[in-house]
């Protein structure tokens, strides 16, 4: 923290970090990272919680097909509470089956004669694992498992959120987990184009610390480039073996984001070749982008235009056991953050 400090005064301005990764939202949090720094340093949350940038429209698809009598959603649980179109969820509807893999989808389509539906959500890190059970499925014969696929990749939405005139980052706390999964290359042409340090960090609060300390220090030479604290879990060129079974399976799509819209090559959709597991194609559903709450600020955070407090929502209306917006469901999103660890500083309590 000394040494924090120590860069920071050497940098005359405010400068804004943001994490795209809604474990390092928690540890910042939980940690009371945001309260130890400098006056000049701003620590953003951004679109890291995967179910936070889930369209509602993706969510009244499930909560549709959860309503069918042949059908069984399959879902991780942080996908149950998650609002669609007038705050409907999984949870409100009542027929879902949390399972805690993807894999645990294959023995559930064995014991029923109903399809079974997964709902497919996540980034990078969780692709690879879901590609592997569908592969699976495939060699195992078997017909009635579908996945109704929502995956999104990390680096085309850092890039878009520095293409936006909206919001000033200054450099990224890249995530953890998908930088086990696609290494650090990937974000070379952010901090190449860009010109914005990119450090990858751990979760500890010395991880986190560490890599808020690298960034300070690339900002104070007007340095730009991709630094990993994360050695002991991050490779250069990532994990091969998983992103090989990933791109088998997955093809690039452009994507809807909750509250940041539509962004080019930001997702993941099945390839042909796996066209029979596809619940959009065999079932016929349509994803909508969905209307949110329109008081709901989750998109404006996720984009570091503001911070959960200044949602008038926040703490009011909008709470863990009654949540309107999807920030404040998912363990990781920056608003459950702040409700259950308050900042102390600069007013933000």
Partial sequence: MQAIHKEAKEIDRTVSLMEVCGTHTMAIAQFGIRAMMPQNVRLLSGPGCPVCVTVAGYVDAACQLAQRDDVVVATFGDMVRVPGTDRISLDSVGNHYVVYSAADTIPL???TSKTVVFLAVGFETTAPTIAAT???AKE????NLLFLVAHKTIPPAMAALLSSQKTRIDA???PGHVST???AKPYEPIAEKFRRPCVITG???LDVLEGILMILRQLRRGEAKVETQYRRAVRYEGNQKALAVMREVFEECDADWRGIGRIPKSGLRLR???????AE??????????KPDPRCRCGHIMQGLCLPPDCALFANQCRPEHPVGPCMVSSEGACAAFFKHPPTLNGLA
């Fill in 181 to 183: 999964i696609i290494g």
């Fill in 281 to 290: 194609r065999v079932l016929g559903v349509k994803i909508k982008r969905g």
């Fill in 203 to 205: 979760f500890e609060a």
């Fill in 109 to 111: 389509a064995r014991r």
């Fill in 172 to 174: 990224f706390i890249c």
């Fill in 134 to 136: 569908i592969i699976s």
């Fill in 272 to 278: 042909e070749e796996f066209a029979d597991f596809d």
């Fill in 140 to 143: 195992q014969n078997i017909k």
